[in-house]
């Protein structure tokens, strides 16, 4: 079956800075994610994503809205272990209008089977901070498994918060895109 997508996921561009800027300043945003909050000026972004584009460990896709274009968020396929064919998927929609709507687990999906089926990975892992409840019930809709508890792992707002470690084998995420074609899909 061929899924109906709303979002697609493509190369980040250099002018891209000026969106991710934005979302970078959004203090909810940060709130949501496992790294510490840190301030960062348009030239430090616009030379993180130049960066970006050059870093062959790593790929950062911009995750862009069929009708027109516009991009709402970023994808990771990070921390790639050749050898034991694992990598983390982290995801971002920095656009807040987009939250709740499905469009992450679209761009995360069109994700996982990119890194999956084209590029030979086995296993995702993810870090979720523990009381981000919509990420959580994100990844195990994904089929993720919560494999444990990283105790005050990040600081953030003051205190030490957890993160739970979770983890997605190729062969449980092939069920849930199955599923998930079945549902959503048509021929």
């Not at 921390?79 to 971002?92: E, F, G, K, M, Q």
């Not at 498994?145 to 918060?161: M, T």
Request: charge should be neutral.
């Amino acid at each position: 079956r061929i899924m109906k997508f709303r979002v697609y996921l493509r190369a980040l561009e250099p002018e891209d800075y000026l969106i991710t800027y934005e979302w970078r300043k959004d203090e909810e945003i940060q709130n949501m994610v496992g790294g510490s909050k840190f301030f960062v000026s348009k030239e430090k972004e616009r030379q993180w994503v130049l960066n970006t584009i050059q870093d062959q460990n790593r790929m950062v896709l911009g995750i862009c809205l069929k009708e027109n274009d516009q991009l709402i968020g970023t994808v990771n396929i990070q921390d790639i272990d050749w050898v034991n064919r694992s990598a983390h998927v982290p995801i971002l929609i920095g656009n807040k209008s987009y939250w709740g709507g499905g469009y992450a687990t679209e761009a995360r999906m069109l994700a996982l089977k990119f890194a999956f089926y084209e590029r030979g990975i086995h296993r995702i892992w993810a870090l979720v901070l523990e009381d981000n409840i919509p990420s959580l019930k994100l990844h195990e809709r994904m089929g993720y498994v919560k494999e444990g508890i990283l105790h005050d792992s990040v600081y953030k707002n003051g205190r030490f918060q957890n993160q739970v470690y979770m983890g997605l084998l190729k062969e449980d995420f092939d069920k849930v895109y199955q599923t998930y074609c079945e549902k959503y899909g048509n021929d």
